[in-house]
């Protein structure tokens, strides 16, 4: 689909869109009193969009696990138009559940009132999915055909068509610290490089690691021709490394402490460094702590995007919609009670304490900015918190097909009381693989937005700032830039992403006035 964007803020230049744009919000100060003073403000900006979509590769962590191939095998039947069969009919290649690939965005009414969309990738130039080159690490050397037989994702039927295209194609060798994943992995790590002579696994040479994860990163761009790589974990949930003063804390410390090979420095942590210091961008698909606050600053340093934590594909996202409608309605959630069983390998590794931690904290955050919002409901005297309790279990029988199951406890008027219960039964890595890819897509064509003050004198243009923000639609606890709170709710951030579609073509900020409906003349 083509479509000509007619408007007087927006200029093409050979492969350059150019467009002015007035950043309206307003400015709220509490006087002493506690009123609320409000004053508008407004910034103008000039943004600049290279409109090329450059060669790009995606290296991920966990190349053979069940997200890996999925995705692997997912870009190999929609690029080959492979179709297959099941018992209810034949399935064409398609990449529903990922937002830019097939979901639509309002670019306006037509000549009678009403909305018109559009597909989400035509508004701008997005790299096709089908054009990603991908490769990546594993603890495990099995190829991608016998892994994803041991994934149990894919239909049979599909799995054989994609078999000659992955027999070839095998993981890059890994990293693995015992003491970040569970125990119940080990027999998987059979393609590790961190390993002494004898084979034995060599905690002890941290920095080496690093190194070793930069050189596959260059050697895979150069070999594939690539004019960029991203790099995105989606291998186990590692257990939270501890936060240390003089470890963690800088970006020196930690280089420092990695070179120190300190015990508390994880294999993403080590994956995002070697990321960062070759100008790659790191995106973290797990719930652990990868971006302690060395690794923020390193990313500061260099320039570098990062983003994370945690796919929010099933349950957390439901919740993130549901929670903002209670809320929003002046209904008061006094708890919320989340259980999971699964039965994949993420399953596995989470039945382990420490690891189900990492989880357990990022799917708890996702209300909280939800619940400060409103302060009738939540105060000094109502309480400002909720119960929140999450459980998950490993349950081998159900394989991929994770079984959800939540109870929403809120306050009515007068002494009320209503409770929602929802059963969501969903395929896990059928779920996580479209929300890969626009993590992936949306990372590049944030490479080639820059912008600048109207005001400034400098034609230099900037990047956005290093923790990519607008990535948090797909992410369960979204990493936000230090100092200022993650914004959990799915409204309010997929409407920041269609916003900054809409500014860049030169289209006004989304609202929903319907002032042709609802005026007389």
């Known amino acids: 689909m083509s479509i000509n964007f007619k408007s007087s803020k927006a200029v093409r230049t050979d492969d350059t869109l150019i467009t002015k744009f007035t950043y309206e919000n307003s400015l709220v100060e509490k006087d002493a009193q506690g009123n609320l003073n409000v ?80 597909p989400f990738n035509s508004i701008v130039p997005f790299v096709n999915p089908n054009d990603l080159v991908v490769g990546g690490w594993d603890i495990s050397k099995a190829p991608l055909d016998q892994a994803m037989k041991r994934a149990k994702v894919l239909d049979v039927s599909l799995q054989e068509k994609l078999r000659p295209y992955l027999k070839d194609i095998e993981p890059l060798s890994s990293i693995y610290y015992p003491d970040f994943i569970a125990l119940n992995q080990k027999e998987r790590a059979d393609n590790v490089f961190n390993t002494g002579k004898g084979g034995e696994v060599n905690t002890n040479n941290k920095w080496a690691d690093v190194e070793k994860v930069r050189t596959d990163i260059r050697d895979f761009k150069k070999q594939n021709n690539l004019d960029k790589v991203i790099v995105l974990w989606t291998a186990n949930t590692e257990r939270y490394a501890e936060l240390i003063d003089k ?32 100008n790659v961008p790191y995106i973290n698909g797990s719930p652990q702590n990868t971006f302690v606050p060395g690794v923020i600053e390193l990313a500061e340093r260099y320039n570098t995007f990062i983003g994370g934590d945690d796919f929010k594909s099933g349950q957390t996202k439901i919740k993130s919609v549901l929670a903002q409608f209670l809320v929003d309605a002046g209904i008061r959630p006094v708890s919320i009670a989340s259980y999971n069983h699964l039965g994949n390998n993420d399953g596995y590794n989470l039945s382990a304490p420490k690891q189900f931690r990492s989880k357990e904290i990022s799917k708890q955050s996702v209300v909280d900015d939800i619940i400060e919002s409103n302060q009738i409901l939540y105060n000094e005297e109502n309480g400002k918190k909720i119960d929140h309790c999450i459980v998950i279990k490993y349950l081998p029988a159900v394989g991929d097909s994770k079984v959800a199951m939540d109870e929403y406890y809120s306050e009515l008027m007068l002494g009320g009381h209503n409770k929602i219960s929802i059963h969501n039964v969903c395929e896990d890595s059928l779920l996580a693989t ?57 409204n309010k951030q997929r409407q920041a992403l269609e916003n900054l579609l809409r500014l860049l073509v030169g289209l006004p900020i989304n609202n929903e006035l319907r002032f042709e409906e609802r005026l007389q003349v």
């Open 434 to 490: 479209p929300l890969i890819i626009d993590l992936v897509i949306i990372t590049e064509f944030l490479q080639r937005v820059q912008y600048k003050r109207a005001d400034e004198s400098d034609e230099k243009y900037h990047d956005f700032y290093a923790v990519l923000t607008l990535l948090s639609y797909w992410l369960k606890a979204p990493l936000s830039k230090p100092g200022f709170k993650p914004i959990n709710g799915l």
């Open 39 to 118: 004053t508008p403000t407004a910034i103008d900006y000039d943004f600049k969009l290279d409109l090329k979509t450059p060669k790009t590769g995606l290296l991920l962590v966990g190349l053979g696990g069940n997200n890996g191939t999925t995705l692997v095998g997912s870009i190999l039947a929609n690029k080959s138009n492979i179709s297959f069969e099941t018992k209810e009919g034949v399935v064409k290649p398609n990449y529903y559940g990922s937002v830019t690939q097939s979901s639509t965005v309002k670019i306006g009414v037509d000549a009678d009132g009403n909305d018109v969309y559009a």
């Open 247 to 278: 470890v963690n804390d800088t970006a020196d410390n930690l280089l420092e402490a990695i070179k120190n090979n300190h015990e508390e420095v994880a294999p993403s942590t080590i994956f995002a460094v070697a990321s960062i210091l070759e």
